[in-house]
């Protein structure tokens, strides 16, 4: 018999002889959309608020500044995109056209748009300029096209707005390549006229011609506002949702920040917020420090969430510096805490596991498709953390293979005491989703145990870190101490 022949039986004989995987575990719906999931792995965008509010120092603009206002000389959307993508941010969400009507794109259905503005001679483009920049460097593009529209007559007459508005959409939707994001606004002043924006045909509308988007609004249908402008989450929150339960331009808070756990639909929330106290860019306004940068991520990253920071372009077209050096050391800062887990460093095991691919080694791996899963019918789930010596931490990260469903409605983690060897609480949280991260002050210890306590169904864990934030350590030989308000908040919630 040749070797070839050989080789050839023994392979066929091991395939007989390999025992078939125990299957995954039953999804428990709702559950994501491929567009959905895609967006979470992302986990942060850059919003780039631009059009004549820039140039008036305005935020609402009326809808009669002159077009000739907008003429930013040194307009570079590649400049936006590089810092974009410097600074970890997997897509850009431009204002199209903010509530001011007016175009950063020359629309065939206005002349109040770059083309009536002296810049490129009205012959420039600011989507377009965008999206090239966009593909050359892989981010992905989202568009916000504002339902008010100030400027427009048509405004206030149902049926003739909602056709101007959906050709605008159908112009920015299939000329611009693929759009990964489109923003609907729900913003509208007081005492504006009243009318009805045909909402459901809008969305049909989008999902047709851009089936890859997903579609922000306060009530979803893809993803959901987050109820603030702080970019904050509940330290609760959900990805089920009932988007019945929600109005467009007239939502609970409370419902938006933490979800619904017995909600019937998938609409993860978005945070969104300014890195300047304005949207739009003022000469006299500065970047926010690079420490409420970092809360800002625990609060919104960290609690199953998307973060949309919001880095206004100038008045001559580019990214201030000092935005810039803000947002680099919020990357090094992230860098610096996040690319050590200490986890990786434990023995690692579990109170049951499921089968044979499902064992606690695989919540040490990066990604969705690998994760522990205990035996069925379990009344315990806890995972082991073991060291060789005492390590010191004061993060925790859990997360959730969401493709099969967010289960997790509560967990805590507890230490064994150095000196006593009792084992102590360390923090508790609620939901987990697709990230959750969890400060507490410093502790130290050789053997961690994560207890998972309620679920939807039985747990599934795909991710856990253990990390030292130098930066908001509250330790006693720390210099810096960060620990913020709302910090204090979820420890004493937690407490509770
Ligand atoms: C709000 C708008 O009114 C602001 O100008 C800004 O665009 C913000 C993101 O949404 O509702």
Known sequence: MSLLTLLFFSSLLSLSNSTPLKPHPLPITPLPSSQQLQWQLGSMAMFLHFGPNTFTDSEWGTGKADPSVFNPAHLNATQWVQIAKDSGFSRVILTAKHHDGFCLWPSDYTDYSVKSSPWRNGTGDVVAELASAAAEAGI???????????????????????????????????????????????????????????????????????????IFSDAGPDVRWIGDEAGVAGSTCWSLFNRTDAKIGDTDPLYSQQ??????????????VSIRPGWFWHAL???????????????????????????????????????IKVLKEF???????????????????????????????????????????????????????????????NVLEVREPIQMGQRVASFHLEMRNVKSGK???????????????????????????????????????????????????????SSKITITRTLQEELVLNDS
């Open 331 to 393: 990357r090094e800062l992230k860098n610096s805490i996040f690319a050590n887990n200490l986890a990786r460093k434990a023995f690692i095991n579990s109170s049951s596991v499921r089968g044979g691919q499902f064992g606690a080694e695989n919540v040490l791996e990066e990604g969705l498709d690998k994760y522990w899963a205990p035996e069925e019918k379990q009344k315990e789930w806890e995972l082991y953390l073991e060291f060789r010596d005492p390590v010191s931490f």
């Open 423 to 477: 084992w102590e609480r360390v923090v508790r949280g609620t939901t987990v989703g697709f990230k959750r991260l969890l400060r507490f002050p410093r502790c130290e210890s050789r053997s961690l145990k994560l207890v998972v306590e309620k679920v939807r169904a039985d747990p599934l864990i795909s991710y856990i870190g253990i990390y030292m934030d130098k930066f908001s350590d509250s330790g006693r030989n």
């Open 285 to 323: 306004e500065s970047p926010k420090p690079v420490a409420k940068l970092l809360d800002i991520y625990y609060n919104s990253v960290g609690r199953n969430c998307l973060f949309l920071l919001n880095v206004p372009p100038n008045s001559s077209g580019l990214i201030s510096e000092q935005d």
């Open 259 to 272: 979800g619904d756990g017995f909600g019937q639909d998938w609409v993860p929330a978005e945070c969104d």
């Open 140 to 214: 992905g593009l989202g568009l916000y096209l504002s339902p008010w529209d100030r400027h427009d007559e048509a405004y206030g007459k149902t049926l003739e707005y909602n056709e101007f508005y959906l050709s605008q959409m159908t112009e920015l939707l299939t000329k611009y390549g693929e759009i990964k994001e489109v923003w609907l606004d729900g913003a509208k002043g007081e005492g504006e006229k009243d009318m009805e924006y045909y909402f459901t045909t809008w969305f049909s509308l989008i999902h047709q011609l851009q089936p890859g988007a997903v």
